[in-house]
């Protein structure tokens, strides 16, 4: 893995690459609110395996990168972000663009207007999400995943924001959630949604609400019976993943 800093719309972003000299594809990971991209080695590491050149970057006020400590005041200024995130790869691969929770939202707005060969959503922020109505509360690390290690890292990590949301953050994501509700369905764009059943923290019901309003033709889901939030740190990790590889190569090998 390399690190390296590239301009973003509200100062430097850190930026990790998994490189991979044989690559055909390129996976874009946007995490979700308040953790780093560093929280995803396990799912880079499965991507290579699979052919993948693999970026992602932290989030505006997020990690390694500048800004203030989980303030996001506009969302388009991070999708934006994310553009800049695919060029620091140099690449003219197919683009496969994976955002979980928060970054699920970026993503599908980034996808609406800058569509990718390939789109997967992990617990994405869509349609009606019950989280703007309790801004005063942190994330429960023991809603993240039934393995209890998962909690316990996310509870010790120094890069992960453990405070609640903040005001400024709550009011740019509402106006998001809007903008990408209403904006284009994704008619014509592949794309897979992953959610665990048992998912507190943005529920299963609440995100369907917006995947009816974006799904196109070639719209796929999988809902993880049990699973909380975090799929791809949930104890049936590798099924999660094998169900990503598994959906890329069908698109790739579709053109």
């Known amino acids: ?11 430097e972003l850190a930026v990790r690459t998994w490189p991979n000299l044989d690559a055909d594809w390129l996976a874009v ?10 929280r995803y ?3 880079a590491d499965a991507l290579v395996e699979a052919g993948a050149l693999v970026v992602a970057a932290d989030l505006v006020g997020h990690g390694r990168s500048e800004g203030e400590r989980a303030v996001i005041a506009d969302f388009d200024g991070v999708v934006a972000d994310v553009g800049a995130a695919v060029s ?7 683009t496969v663009l994976i955002g979980h929770g928060e970054g699920g939202l970026i993503a599908a707005r980034y996808a609406q207007g800058n569509p990718p060969a390939a789109l997967v959503l992990s617990a994405p922020v869509l349609g009606t999400w019950e989280g ?4 005063e509360e ?5 809603l993240l995943s039934r393995d209890p290690e998962v909690g316990k890292n996310y509870a010790s990590d120094p890069m992960v924001w453990h405070g609640p949301y903040k005001r400024e953050t709550l009011e740019a994501l509402e106006r998001a959630l809007d903008e990408v509700n209403y904006g284009p369905a994704l008619e014509h764009l592949p794309t897979l949604w992953l959610h665990g059943a048992a998912d507190e923290l943005v529920p299963l019901a609440e995100t369907r609400t917006g995947t009816d309003r ?13 699973a909380r939030h975090e799929v791809f740190n949930e104890t049936n990790s590798a099924e999660v993943l094998a169900d990503v590889v598994d959906f ?4 790739l090998a579709s053109g």
């Open 29 to 38: 990971i946007v995490h979700g609110y308040g953790e780093h991209s560093g």
């Open 88 to 94: 620091s790869a140099a690449s003219d691969l197919p």
């Open 138 to 142: 942190p994330v429960d690390p023991e």
């Open 248 to 251: 890329v190569r069908r698109v």
């Open 132 to 135: 703007l109505d309790r801004p």
């Open 214 to 226: 974006l799904r196109g033709l070639l719209f796929e889901e999988r809902v993880y019976p049990g």
């Open 41 to 43: 080695g396990h799912v």
């Open 1 to 11: 893995m390399i690190e390296s800093n590239v301009p973003g719309h509200a100062g």
